[in-house]
């Protein structure tokens, strides 16, 4: 659980740096294939989040 909470924080960190795609996709290669899980996890989390606040924020 402890990975999940870093990596959501890397991609909340990363996610609007001009370069985004790039760094994910380096941080990505470097990870271990059980922290691959875990990362495309909080990916998945963190865009479902985003397009959930987004849908919300519209309906206004």
């Known amino acids: 659980m402890e990975?999940?909470?870093i990596f959501t924080?890397?991609?909340d960190n990363t996610v609007n740096e001009p370069?985004?795609?790039s760094?994910?996709?380096t941080f990505?290669?470097?990870l271990?294939?059980?922290e691959k899980e875990i990362f495309v996890i909080a990916l998945i989390g963190h865009a479902t989040t985003t397009h959930k606040?987004?849908?919300y924020e519209?309906?206004?």
């Open 28 to 30: 990505y290669t470097n």
């Open 3 to 5: 990975s999940l909470q």
């Open 23 to 25: 760094l994910l996709h």
């Open 19 to 21: 370069n985004a795609n």
């Open 58 to 60: 519209r309906m206004k």
């Open 32 to 34: 271990s294939e059980h």
């Open 9 to 11: 924080q890397f991609i």
């Open 53 to 55: 606040l987004l849908e």
